[in-house]
């Protein structure tokens, strides 16, 4: 039998985040330790009230939830309304909220359950990565208690805010470059596959037919947000980003990997953020992350849709 994969998922649901949440709530290599919150496609009360809501909505209401920073280390605050509107989930017209998040700080909460767990805990980000950073921080000898970080961020290749830089570390450049500097083993899930798992109409229609509770919830979220790709980035369906690092972990087969020097640019220039990957090895430095190049998007799919089944 296959180990199960325990995972704390760091997010800010938005679109892409929820249905990343429902792929780690409901499967049967992960176990979903705790949600923690951070602010980036809506501010912090709004994502972490995203968060609890998509639990209740698919009955999963005793995994945690935990609040988190505010705001990234340095900079100012960057929220992504523009794609995840007012409320960073709008589509779905959800019941009234009765799950409540739970009172100890996000950052609290890693150090504590990090520190108490029997096994390595892989620590899975799919917004800015503050909440980690400041854990990191404040306790630096949880970096062996973390199995791996596999994030959601960054680019080989072009940004999708500015040209160098993509949201998530754009968003707290300084915190990810703590992560990547940490020694922990790192996953890098960037825009370089993300943007080829497209959710066309014909994949939203796929999964609304299968009628749980989550392909329903799925449909209700891609009317907005593959609107909003739409009309910012032209896309004819919405790349759905964040869902790529737990099926990774699902089936790890779904995505290419190359080790690689990855540092982030936080001079504050116009590369601000830029997650410059040495993927040929030309500074002749230790790889410290390993970076997501190809993706099998057929299987992921499948992935999402294996997920989608299984709840009622």
């Not at 972990?249 to 830029?274: A, F, H, N, Q, W």
Request: glycine fraction near 8%; proline fraction near 7%; aromatic fraction near 6%.
């Amino acid at each position: 039998m296959q180990k199960l994969t325990h995972i704390v998922l760091d997010c800010d649901p938005g679109h892409d985040d929820a249905t990343a949440i429902m792929l780690a709530a409901n499967n049967p290599r992960i176990v979903l330790d705790a949600v923690t919150t951070v602010a980036g496609n809506q501010t912090l009360p709004k994502t972490t009230l995203n968060a609890c809501r998509v639990l209740q909505w698919i009955g999963r209401t005793g995994i945690p939830v935990y609040a988190g920073c505010p705001g990234p280390f340095v900079r100012d605050p960057v929220i992504a309304g523009d794609i995840h509107g007012e409320t960073g989930l709008d589509g779905p017209v959800f019941p009234e909220c009765t799950k409540l998040p739970e009172q100890k700080h996000a950052v609290l909460f890693l150090i504590e359950h990090l520190r108490g767990s029997e096994e390595p805990v892989t620590v899975v980000t799919t917004g800015p990565m503050t909440n980690l950073a400041m854990a990191l921080r404040l306790a630096p000898d949880i970096s062996s208690r973390i199995g791996r970080i596999v994030l959601m961020g960054g680019s080989v290749g072009n940004g999708n805010v500015t040209p160098a830089a993509e949201f998530n570390m754009l968003a707290d450049p300084e915190a990810a470059r703590i992560c990547f500097s940490s020694g922990v083993p790192l996953v890098m899930v960037g825009l370089d596959v993300t943007r080829k798992v497209l959710c066309y109409p014909e994949i939203v229609e796929r999964m609304r037919k299968i009628g749980s509770c989550a392909s329903d919830l799925f449909a209700a979220l891609m009317s907005h947000f593959c609107k909003t790709q739409k009309e910012v980035f032209g896309y004819d369906g919405g790349p759905l980003h964040d869902p790529v690092t737990v099926a990774y972990l699902t089936d790890p087969s779904v995505l290419t990997l190359k080790d690689c020097r990855i540092e982030v640019d936080t001079t504050g220039g116009p590369s601000y953020g830029r997650t410059n990957c040495d993927v040929f090895g030309y500074a002749k430095k230790k790889p410290n992350a390993k970076a997501a190049l190809d993706i099998d998007a057929s299987r992921f799919w499948d992935l999402i849709e294996e997920c989608f089944r299984r709840y009622l």
